[in-house]
């Protein structure tokens, strides 16, 4: 089973940055797709923020575009979210996911909470 461990999340004023890493167990050429996905306060449903298929290019959703970019680092084994101009919007619980041999797989979840 692969494991996902988030960091990097915390408290930023409106407009600031922050840069979210998930550490991947295995060696990432064996995914067949990594993302980030958030769940906002008050709501169940996990929402994608940013996805990339194996070969593929970065997708993203509308409110984050220009914003936020996901990047892998394979000597590093992490995927990354870089986060700009943040939003109080953007408060939300962001999970790593990713899916391996058909399976999909969950970190735990890193807080990033934007207010001034």
């Known amino acids: 089973q692969v494991q996902l461990v988030e960091s990097g999340g915390g408290l930023v004023q409106p407009g600031g940055s922050l840069r979210l890493s998930c550490t991947v167990s295995i060696n990432m050429f064996s995914l067949e797709y990594m993302g980030w996905y958030r769940r906002t306060p008050g709501k169940s449903a996990r929402e994608s923020v940013a996805?990339?298929?194996?070969?593929?290019?970065?997708n993203y959703a509308d409110s984050v575009k220009g914003r936020f970019t996901i990047s892998t680092d394979d000597s590093e084994n992490t995927i990354n979210l870089q986060m700009s101009n943040l939003k109080p919007e953007d408060t939300a619980v962001y999970y790593c996911n990713v899916i391996y041999r058909s399976t999909n797989c969950w970190g735990q979840g890193a807080q990033v909470t934007v207010s001034s």
């Open positions: 996805s990339i298929f194996s070969g593929g290019q970065p």
